[in-house]
């Protein structure tokens, strides 16, 4: 806390968190341009005549405001401080921080626009004319911080003027997170949500949203018994006593908190610091669940309860204990898929399905990303992992289609989502610039069904990617390595080995003689005996591999996870030749700001001839080609057409001359600087240069300038990185970084099943 000036005590927390809040730009958001405005047609266009447009279009048909505004994708995050998280009435201008956090929130998990509004009057009825009144400008309502019995009063009279979702996430949220953690509670105590008892001890807004969301979803009314700090709300009780607690009053003799919780199989806490004691965990029943979520401090400690009751499952809104209830895990993406559906209000069936499809998700298997969140630490569904990780991927391309869904199917939707494989791609894609790209990918191999070879098949990476890849129906995978060692490793990760996965031992095949007589066949002269041979394909997954995929035992191959890119490369060419009349070439995909470029050699060249980078440029224009664009090749160097001179760019230059004798189908030109090739106002100054279009094939002088340009681009310019690509084999066959993730892997595995190499 920050105290007078005469006695100033900040912790080390505080301190960070305000340096936090004031260094840089002060605050946590800032607006940004969706449009270029570099121009004088852009400003013609973006304001005055152009704009003129839009407003006559939108005035003579409303609804068009949500193509020709940014409408359909803001939410206005509104409160006016009298209920700031813990910390009470402090007024708007205290809210402002929380607000703006909440709008961050909306953006990086959602990619949803969002502004805080902060309305500075106590009154209701004030403050709900001031949001009805402005409500037209956004395309959802996310109140906050508002204290009860004012937060029902607002939201009720929101959502009865106003034709868009008006939602209070400190009621509702709370509840979808706790409910979806309800849901896994259940299902692991073998419990039913009709026959539980259940005790809700705080009678504000979120107890109530709780306790409401409960019962839409089966809990019999006369189950649960609400608590206030004056007891259980029964019926007959007149003190401190309000229209919404009384509609939860039941017949019960319980007149104080330990009363009432006996026998009870659920505790729900939104109250204060100590409210649930030793004595009445006790006397809950078998295999308590408890939801602790008084902010700060939990209304028991997680660590005591375990101690007294060690068969209970327990969650806090704490982040350094398991089970936390997080907002953020909501809201978020009910926005997101009330906004793609236009839905005039969120409904309970919405709330349901959002709670249900965040319960599902919890039980799959957590990706890298959330492993990486949890310092290494992969959790899996049990008593400790009930609430999926808020940096969970997957959030974002499952819960907005089951919360689109529900909308669509209770009749509040304006617009239907036509398919919802197209749906869930474009979400991931909001995210994840590469899964774009990937998703074309994705559905060609799903029809292929290639056979494909995950070399290091012991790896635990490796072999959650194989679970991925046949999970998702990309293909058939086939994991090397020791069948003992891969189950081993499955159980320990708490996965079942799934039909459809192949493992094959390398040192047990009996294809094994085969492959070392042609792996002995194509090293004979190269100082290699039949020993040596047997040797690596006994021992060498990657040369196994090789073998099994030349000689036709399957159709496509990943490795590289645990060695450097080129002696995976290496092992790699003692079986395999480049593809006839082709070179095998690194090629990696740069996607920044919506636009995709490929790079090359990243990989494999180090400094070609002119000749090699001829056929590097040949190698990229087909890729592009592969992945749906139309090449617009340039050959880059540091200079730009001849000036300065220089040795590296004279090859570029003659690789050029090469191309034209070539007579390709595409264009190209070089050298130029990366700017010239990037850049339409730069490129204007060279007007013979031949490109039409700024460049999405960049073909660089050396395997430095490759490396270290993407690379750069990939960390400092906030770029996504897909690849390397390896094209030019005669099989195919991708290899990963060593430091790749599982999505990676998988990426790449669909990547070689396309044969998109060759």
Not at 8 to 31: C, M, Q, T, V
Not at 89 to 109: S, Y
Not at 395 to 420: E, F, K, N, T, W
Not at 615 to 630: E, F, M, N, R
Request: glycine share 8%; charged share 25%; hydrophobic share 40%.
């Amino acid at each position: 806390m920050v105290n007078d000036d005469n006695n100033s005590e900040e912790s080390y927390d505080e301190k960070e968190a305000l340096k936090f809040h004031a260094e840089g730009k002060p605050g946590k958001i800032a607006i940004s341009a969706t449009k270029p405005m570099e121009t004088q047609t852009d400003l013609s266009l973006a304001y005055s005549p152009g704009v003129a447009a839009p407003v006559i279009a939108i005035s003579e048909k409303p609804e068009s405001v949500y193509d020709y505004t940014s409408k359909g994708n803001l939410v206005a995050v509104i409160s006016n401080g009298s209920a700031i998280l813990g910390l009470g009435n402090l007024g708007p201008l205290a809210a402002k921080p929380v607000m703006e956090g909440k709008a961050v929130l909306f953006k990086r998990f959602a990619d949803v626009d969002a502004i805080d509004i902060e309305v500075d009057t106590q009154d209701a009825s004030a403050f709900s004319s001031t949001v009805e009144n402005i409500g037209q400008s956004f395309g959802g309502i996310n109140l906050e911080d508002i204290s009860a019995p004012d937060c029902f009063i607002i939201e009720s009279e929101l959502r009865e003027k106003l034709d868009i979702p008006v939602f209070h996430d400190d009621q509702h949220g709370t509840a979808i997170i706790s409910t979806a953690g309800i849901i896994n509670a259940l299902d692991l105590t073998g419990k039913e949500i009709d026959k539980v008892k259940v005790v809700v001890n705080g009678a504000g807004a979120a107890g109530i949203a709780c306790l409401e969301l409960l019962k839409s979803m089966g809990l019999p009314h006369d189950n649960a018994i609400l608590c206030d700090s004056k007891g259980p709300i029964y019926i007959g009780r007149e003190e401190n006593t309000n229209q919404w607690k009384a509609a939860h009053a039941i017949e019960t003799d319980a007149r104080t908190l330990g009363e009432a919780i006996k026998g009870a199989d659920i505790f729900l806490g939104l109250s204060v610091k100590d409210a649930l004691t030793k004595d009445m965990l006790k006397a809950m029943n078998d295999k308590p669940i408890i939801f602790a979520m008084a902010n700060p401090d939990p209304e028991i400690d997680p660590k005591l309860a375990k101690e007294i009751r060690p068969d209970c499952i327990i969650a806090t809104g704490r982040s350094d204990y398991p089970n936390q209830v997080n907002n953020v895990l909501g809201f978020p993406y009910i926005f997101r898929g009330a906004l793609d559906v236009r839905a005039k209000t969120i409904n309970d069936d919405m709330k349901i399905a959002c709670a249900e499809a965040l319960a599902k998700l919890a039980r799959e298997d957590v990706p890298d990303e959330v492993a990486a969140a949890y310092s290494g630490i992969r959790p899996r569904y049990g008593p400790d992992y009930i609430i999926p990780a808020p940096f969970d991927p997957r959030l974002i391309r499952d819960i907005p289609p089951a919360v689109a869904q529900a909308a669509m199917d209770s009749g509040v939707a304006r617009i239907p989502v036509v398919d919802q494989d197209i749906y869930k791609n474009k979400l991931s894609a909001r995210l994840d610039p590469a899964a774009d790209v990937m998703q074309p990918i994705f559905q060609k191999a799903k029809r292929l069904m290639k056979k494909v070879i995950f070399a290091e098949g012991e790896e635990e990476r490796v072999i959650r990617a194989a679970l991925n890849f046949r999970e998702l129906g990309l293909g058939v995978p086939v994991l090397i390595g020791r069948e003992e060692k891969i189950e081993k490793t499955l159980s320990d990760i708490g996965q079942q080995l799934q039909s459809g996965i192949e493992i094959i031992n390398s040192e047990i095949s009996e294809r094994s003689s085969e492959y070392v007589d042609y792996l002995y066949s194509r090293l004979q002269r190269k100082g290699f005996s039949t020993r040596d041979c047997l040797r690596m394909v006994n021992n060498d997954r990657n040369i196994f591999s090789a073998c099994m995929l030349s000689l036709g035992d399957a159709d496509a191959m990943v490795t590289g996870t645990t060695r450097n890119y080129s002696l995976a490369l290496e092992d790699i060419r003692k079986v395999l030749d480049p593809a006839e009349g082709k070179r095998i070439v690194g090629i990696s995909v740069i996607i920044s700001e919506g636009r995709t470029v490929l790079v090359g050699d990243t990989n494999v060249h180090d400094m070609p001839s002119a000749e090699e980078i001829a056929d590097i440029t040949q190698a990229g224009a087909d890729l592009a080609v592969k992945l749906g664009l139309d090449p617009h090749v340039a050959l880059l160097a540091y200079s730009s057409f001849g000036y300065p001179e220089g040795e590296r760019s004279t090859f570029m230059r003659e690789a050029v001359d090469i191309l034209d004798n070539r007579n390709v189908d595409f264009e190209y030109d070089g050298e130029m600087a990366a700017d010239v090739a990037l850049n339409p106002e730069a490129m204007k100054f060279y007007p013979f240069c031949r490109l039409t279009e700024p460049a999405n094939v960049l073909i660089m002088p050396a395997i430095h300038s490759a490396s270290i340009s993407t690379k750069m681009l990939q960390e400092l310019g906030g770029s996504t990185l897909v690849g390397p690509l390896l094209v030019g084999v005669s099989k195919p066959v991708q290899i990963a970084r060593r430091g790749c993730t599982v999505s990676e892997l998988v990426n790449l595995a669909s990547i070689a099943a396309c044969d998109l190499g060759n």
